[in-house]
């Protein structure tokens, strides 16, 4: 079993699988730590660039379970023509909800109290007062209402918002009231005052916040994305940006890592960060936990946790947050 984290500094972890410890080094360049051939386990390193995550797959010929350690498993999902069959691809669900619900909040309050210009104008030592919108008694619309869909209400229920609305690619009926199928989404998005996306990245979702959706946004509503940057058409939004209609908070661009000289950088309206939404001191413990579970279960054959497909079979539904 290949892991990226020191099996050592796991705890609980079953006896009698051989651990190799493999992150793809600080180059991305470090050797596989054994014959890729005998690996069972494939746990997919965390923050590595995409050409290390993937640089094993071609060679894991008996492998059987794809663990990753993020909610979002498009990296693997678009190659999956290079993993044998039969394989199950786990995806981190239970890791990021607290962190990545815990950054869209942050994003959002940010935006919305001014806190960038608030930034600015202490670099410049200037005292700029006035007054700025409150998350209080907004209309906030979360699309991708999974597990970090959730969290994130979890998160605004304390901020006295006015209402929230749920978006998810079906719908349903929760203790908090009504989820709605995306083909709502066009019908819903007039009445938000925030739009939070935190839906996974798939064929069905790729720039599902395109020029249409855009323009059916509120004036002066703000868009926030905690998801995957391909979900948003960068070009459409620019053009909403550069209006001054709307306002954006992005913790993923598209392209990713966004150029020093693309125009987003500069926008009106837009607060960016680079993609932490799962990277703080929420995730190593969370990680270790989820492993040492999932590795139990395989060992012991039983049902494994966050199956988002096997490969050779149905792949509809791959995704993450």
Request: charged residues 20%; contains cysteine; glycine residues 10%.
């Amino acid at each position: 079993m290949w892991l990226p984290i020191p099996p050592k500094e796991i705890e609980g972890l079953p006896e009698g699988p051989r651990y190799l410890f493999w992150d793809g080094g600080e180059d991305g360049e470090q050797e596989f730590p054994g014959d890729p051939a005998d690996c069972a386990v494939y746990v997919v390193p965390y923050m590595k660039p995409l050409p290390v995550r993937v640089r094993p797959l071609e060679h894991l010929t008996h492998v059987r379970l794809i663990q990753t350690l993020t909610a979002g498993v498009d990296d693997i999902t678009g190659r999956l023509d290079a993993i044998v069959p039969g394989v199950a691809l786990c995806n981190a669900r239970g890791v990021h909800e607290a962190s990545t619900a815990e950054l869209a909040l942050t994003l959002t309050l940010a935006s919305l109290r001014g806190i960038p210009g608030f930034v600015r104008a202490q670099q410049e030592r200037r005292w700029e007062s006035g007054f700025h919108p409150a998350l209080a008694d907004k209309n906030v619309l979360i699309v991708g209402y999974g597990s970090i869909g959730a969290a994130i209400e979890d998160r605004l229920t304390p901020f006295e918002v006015a209402r929230v609305a749920r978006i998810a690619r079906e719908g349903r009926t929760t203790a908090r009231g009504p989820v709605h199928p995306f083909a709502d989404v066009l019908s819903l998005l007039p009445d938000a005052d925030v739009v939070i996306v935190s839906t996974p990245l798939t064929q069905a979702t790729h720039h599902l916040v395109d020029a249409g959706f855009l323009a059916r946004m509120k004036d002066g509503a703000l868009l926030v994305n905690v998801a995957r940057g391909p979900v948003v058409d960068t070009e459409a939004l620019l053009a909403e940006l550069n209006s001054g209609r709307i306002s954006a908070a992005l913790d993923v661009t598209d392209p990713e890592p966004l150029p020093s000289d693309h125009p987003l950088w500069q926008a009106p309206g837009v607060l960016i960060s680079p993609h932490v939404g799962g990277p703080s001191s929420a995730f190593r413990p969370r990680a270790e936990r989820l492993l040492a579970d999932q590795l139990h279960r395989f060992v012991n054959r039983e049902p494994l946790r966050n199956v988002i497909l096997t490969t050779g079979a149905e792949t509809a539904g791959a995704g993450g947050h």
